[in-house]
């Protein structure tokens, strides 16, 4: 009865090697997004969508690219990874939407990627 | 854009002291400035939250406080306990519609028995 759940939450990969994560929201929220988390801790946003509808794209690169089916679901498709992309990513959700005041973002448990 | 920072890196307190733990932000259009709790391994949840036509929030031991003018605002937690260790993150955001959430760059509490 998770609210938001990502999968896997684990994953271990050789550079140059394409991966998905994929996230799913049961909040019936409007806004998903995903968050790099390095390991010096810092959330650093990297996505965020509404709707199925892509609204924030923060500088990242283009080896990353979201996808979002429908607007329960967020996934993230990485190619070409690098040593450097090894961090936690998180998925998150809040209600959005133009007229909503509640910006409180659920996260999921993350997916911890490492790199070799 | 928006640029959240937060003081100290890292904080320890006894059992019982009071931790206090303070961001600054940017963008004087923020107005919703929630505070999230990350324990070691786990998801950063919401613990409070404030909006810019409030100045002080209290939740049991927790409370938040809010200069617009200044444009800070602080995390404090009394009585603390050793479940209060974690790391924690402030954030600013508009508040409405599809806004993200800047957050400040975290704070190691260790509470100390």
């Known amino acids: 009865d998770t609210a938001v759940s990502q999968t896997p939450k684990y994953l271990v990969t050789q550079m140059g090697n394409d991966k998905s994560i994929k996230c799913e929201q049961n909040?019936?929220?409007?806004?998903m997004y995903w968050y790099k988390q390095d390991s010096k801790k810092f959330l650093k946003i990297m996505f965020s969508?509404?709707?199925?509808?892509?609204?924030i794209n923060e500088t990242v690169p283009n080896r990353f690219s979201p996808k979002s089916p429908d607007k329960a679901h967020l996934n993230l498709h990485i190619n070409s990874l690098e040593l450097g992309d090894s961090a936690v990513y998180f998925c998150?959700?809040?209600?959005?939407?133009?007229?909503?005041?509640?910006?409180?973002?659920?996260f999921g448990q993350g997916t911890r990627l490492t790199v070799v | 854009g928006e640029n959240v920072e937060q003081h100290p890196s890292t904080l320890s307190v006894q059992e019982g002291d009071s931790a206090v733990i303070k961001c600054t932000y940017s963008?004087?259009?923020?107005?919703?400035f929630p505070w999230y709790k990350q324990e070691l391994g786990k998801r950063p949840q919401l613990i409070i939250d404030?909006?810019?036509?409030?100045g002080e929030k209290k939740d049991q031991r927790i409370a938040v406080t809010l200069n617009k003018t200044a444009k800070h605002f602080s995390l404090h937690i009394t009585e603390t306990q050793p479940e209060d260790s974690a790391v924690y993150f402030c954030?600013?955001?508009?508040?409405?519609?599809?806004?993200?959430?800047?957050f400040g760059t975290g704070t190691r509490l260790t509470i100390i028995p």
């Open positions: 998150a959700s809040s209600p959005g939407g133009a007229l909503q005041k509640n910006t409180e973002a659920f």
């Open positions: 909040l019936g929220h409007d806004t």
């Open positions: 969508y509404n709707n199925k509808e892509l609204i």
């Open positions: 963008d004087s259009a923020s107005n919703y």
């Open positions: 404030i909006r810019s036509n409030v």
């Open positions: 954030a600013a955001s508009k508040g409405f519609g599809n806004e993200k959430l800047t």
